[in-house]
C-alpha cells in the first residue's frame, strides 16, 4: 500500500459478525478487531474473519501483548494483520515481526492446515501474503524510540493510541516531557523518514481532516460500541423532546 493514500477503518470491540461483515460491505478500508479491550473472547475470532473472508476490507487483530503464540494463532486464523500495543522499543518491534512471519524472515511455526492456508487446500511454498504489523506508540518511551521502531524492516504503521499516551504523558514520573502535539509530530516524521504509514484513532469524523492534515494515513475513526450508543442516544433525546 503507498503509505500517502488515506486508509479508513473503525474498531470492532462487540465481537458481532453480522457488524463486522456490515462494516466491511459498507466500504471501509480496513477493520480492526479487538482483543485487548473488546468484549469478544479469543474463541469468537474466527466468526468474524469468516464474515470478512474474501472482500477487500482488511481484518487486523488488535493482540493484547506480543507474545507470538497468540500472534501466530491469529493469523492462522486468517487476520490480514496485527496491531500489538505499548511498543516501546525497537527490539520488542523485532520480536514482534518474528513471530509473524515464517522463517527465514521470522519464527512462525508453519501449518498446511489452517484456515489462512485454505485448511491446506491453498498452501503454497513458493510465497506467502505479509501480515500488515501496526506498532502502537502509546507512552514517551515508545515516543523517544520512534525512530529505531519505525527503522524495524515489517514494522508497517505506527500507530497512536491517543488516550494511553496522552494518560502517559500527564501522568509520567519525570514530569513535563512533552506535549501531546510534539509527539504526534515525532511519530509522523518518523514514519515518513522510514516509509511508513502513521495512523491514529479519532473520535468523531471531525478528526479526519485534521490528522490526515497533519499526516496521518492510516485513520480509525470511532468504535462499533460507541456508534451504537451515540445513534441510541439521539433516538431517545429526540422522543424525550416531544
Request: contains cysteine; glycine residues 10%; aromatic residues 6%.
Amino acid at each position: 500500500m503507498n503509505a500517502s493514500h488515506l486508509q479508513l477503518g473503525t474498531w470492532l470491540s462487540t465481537g458481532s459478525p453480522a457488524i463486522a461483515e456490515l462494516a466491511a460491505l459498507c466500504g471501509f478500508d480496513w477493520l480492526l478487531l479487538d482483543l485487548e479491550h473488546g468484549c469478544e473472547p479469543e474463541a469468537a475470532l474466527p466468526n468474524q474473519l469468516r464474515a470478512l473472508g474474501g472482500r477487500s476490507t482488511r481484518p487486523v487483530v488488535r493482540v493484547g501483548a506480543p507474545h507470538p503464540d497468540l500472534i501466530a494463532r491469529v493469523l492462522d486464523w486468517g487476520a490480514g494483520g496485527i496491531m500489538v500495543p505499548h511498543v516501546e522499543s525497537a527490539a520488542t518491534a523485532r520480536e514482534i515481526v518474528s513471530a509473524a512471519y515464517y522463517a527465514p524472515r521470522g519464527r512462525r511455526g508453519l501449518s498446511r492446515t489452517v484456515r489462512t492456508h485454505g485448511y491446506g487446500l491453498s498452501y503454497s511454498s513458493d510465497g506467502e501474503a505479509a501480515p500488515r504489523i501496526l506498532a502502537q506508540i502509546e507512552s514517551f518511551e515508545g515516543v523517544k524510540n520512534v525512530d529505531a521502531i519505525a527503522a524495524v524492516e515489517g514494522i508497517d504503521v505506527l500507530f497512536v493510541g491517543p488516550a494511553d499516551l496522552r494518560h502517559d504523558l500527564e501522568h509520567h514520573p519525570e514530569g513535563d516531557v512533552a506535549s501531546f502535539d510534539t509527539c504526534l509530530d515525532a511519530v509522523v516524521s518518523a514514519a515518513r523518514k522510514h516509509g511508513k504509514a502513521a495512523g491514529i484513532l479519532c473520535r468523531d469524523v471531525d478528526g479526519i481532516g485534521t490528522f490526515a492534515a497533519r499526516g496521518f494515513r492510516e485513520i480509525a475513526v470511532e468504535s462499533d460500541l460507541a456508534i451504537l450508543r451515540q445513534a441510541y442516544q439521539r433516538i431517545l433525546n429526540a422522543g424525550r423532546t416531544l
